[in-house]
């Protein structure tokens, strides 16, 4: 692809993937992504920083050759996943005298991911520098954002501030900066809750420490660069801190449809209480929109159908998911409806093992709801609607 100017002497030299619909053969992609990788030419030496993924290398090669790079001195390994080193490899054959340049934990990676040799590393530790001539580049080892082996590199004299995943945001776009924030913003959000939510506390130590860096631009590995930095500083600042909003998250399965007229029975009643609701029928609901939901939300009502004498496969997964991703929630509870007979809840229950939350007693019934059933949704939602505003979230 063609180089593109972000300061003098410093290029985007990445590959923008349109196509891309799923991430880690889970997570939707609506909007594609882009591999950046950045070419940051020194006085005395030239670096690239991070490469593309795997298959995309030929576009790399491109780039730096329209760029006139005839050697390349660096090549800094800000991450080891697949997409940003995939084609290292390749780049290591056009550059064979390049050096690799990552922190001990991506060497480890790098070693047994892409079988690259030792000798080809030089391991950097946190606040090193590397000299370029004119430009002096700082490493950050800033682990779990979100993988053991993150780091950010800062080329000083530009104030560029290279974030890895951090920040990012599967987002195709040819802009090179962010133009359209609101549509950035949705892209960034949903890449947050699918990557980075499980490491609040690590986020915000790392955000803490950027705010002692001058920077002008961030350059994120996944989506356009941030000239204006403050607009996603302060959005993670506001999704990874500790606030919570008025909202109850439902995802839920229903095979028979039991379950279903109590979800929405139950999403009514905290309506009318004030409490905003979301619904996510599994059987059709994007990973992507379920996790977007939960950086905020207050509250996860999961809805499940029992199947055999456990909770449905989509529930139990979902239970899973919600539970690996760890989101702020405060309060949880489970609705459905059995048959025969099952211990659904108590499945439920023992999949959330991560997150502290407050348990709020479930209503697990016989088959379609009754009377009776229908007011204990009406307990539940008056439970919910009290929890929240012991929180400060209603009045
Ligand atoms: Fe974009 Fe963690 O790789």
């Known amino acids: 692809m063609i180089p593109r100017v972000i300061k003098e002497d410093i290029y985007w030299v990445g590959f923008i993937d349109w196509d891309r619909r799923l991430f880690d053969s889970l997570i939707p992609t609506p909007h594609g992504t882009t591999y950046n990788s950045y070419l940051v030419k020194g006085s005395e030496k030239t670096m690239l920083i991070d490469t593309v993924d795997f298959g995309k290398e030929n576009y790399l090669l491109n780039a730096l050759e329209l760029a006139g790079i005839k050697k390349v001195d660096y090549i800094v390994s800000n991450h080891a996943e697949q997409d940003h080193s995939g084609s290292l490899p390749k780049i290591l054959e056009k550059f064979p005298d390049a050096k690799i340049v990552t922190n001990a934990k991506c060497k480890d990676f790098l070693e047994s991911f892409l079988l690259i040799p030792e000798e080809k590393f030089i391991v950097v530790k946190d606040n090193e520098e590397i000299s370029l001539g004119n430009k002096t580049v700082q490493f950050m080892i800033a682990p779990w954002v979100h993988w053991p082996d993150t780091m950010f590199s800062y080329v000083k004299e530009d104030r560029i501030l290279f974030s890895c995943d951090f920040l990012g945001s599967h987002y195709a776009t040819s802009e090179l900066f962010v133009s359209d924030e609101k549509e950035v913003y949705l892209s960034a959000k949903r890449y947050y809750a699918e990557i980075m939510m499980p490491f609040r506390t690590m986020i915000k130590k790392h955000l803490e420490r950027i705010d002692n860096l001058d920077i002008d631009i961030i350059a994120p590995s996944h989506g356009p660069l941030y000239n204006k930095p403050s607009f996603i500083i302060e959005a993670y600042k506001d999704w990874a801190g500790d606030s919570v909003k008025n909202q109850v998250i439902i995802p839920y399965v229903s095979m028979h449809g039991s379950t279903k007229v109590m979800v929405d029975y139950l999403s009514e009643k905290l309506m ?49 998911l919600v539970n690996a991703v760890r989101p702020k929630t405060k309060f949880v ?53 009290g929890k929240h505003k012991e929180i400060g979230l209603l009045k």
């Open 333 to 385: 509870s489970v609705v459905g409806s059995y048959g025969w007979g099952g211990n659904a809840i108590e499945v439920i229950k023992g999949l959330i093992t991560n997150i502290k939350v407050d348990l709020i007693e479930p209503v697990y019934i016989k088959g379609y709801p009754r009377e009776s059933d229908f007011k204990a949704l009406d307990t539940l939602a008056e439970e919910i609607f």
């Open 272 to 320: 009318a209480k004030g409490v905003e609701t979301k619904l996510f029928n599994l059987e059709v609901a994007d990973a992507g929109e379920l996790l977007m939901s939960l950086v905020d939300a207050a509250t996860i009502v999961i809805g499940a159908s029992t199947m055999l004498v456990g909770p449905h496969p989509l529930a139990y997964y979902v239970t899973y």
